[in-house]
């Protein structure tokens, strides 16, 4: 059987440190890597989630948006039947002063009462005829 020498000793010790040293290197590659990839899925997963969030915002405001529409819808219908109400009032207004004015004229009222029909008349004439 052989004896070792010192020369033995750090032959083993530096194999063992080369060894060592290597496997040291290639765990702190497999860590980075491993990092790495950790990172870019919580990016991933981060970028996931924005999406999700962004597409649940624009739904929402889609559909407050179309609340929005309808309310106006509805505002715009009611504004039209009042529109459309005080117009019926104004032609009542208007045929009641014409036959106040029409009824002065027979009484024999002239005058102002002449030029008011005339004005009233060719105004409604005008009314009538304008697109």
Known sequence: METMTVNDLVRL???IAGLWGFFKVVNEII?????RHDRE???DDTADTLRKERKE???RYDAQLSDIRRSQEDIRTEFD???QEIKAEQLIIVECLRAV???LHQQGCNGKVSEAINLLDSHIVE?????
């Open 127 to 131: 009314k009538a005829y304008k697109p």
């Open 101 to 103: 004015l029409d009824g």
């Open 81 to 83: 039947a009042k529109v």
């Open 13 to 15: 010790a530096v194999i």
């Open 31 to 35: 860590k980075a890597a491993n990092d």
């Open 41 to 43: 899925q919580r990016w």
């Open 57 to 59: 915002d624009v739904c």
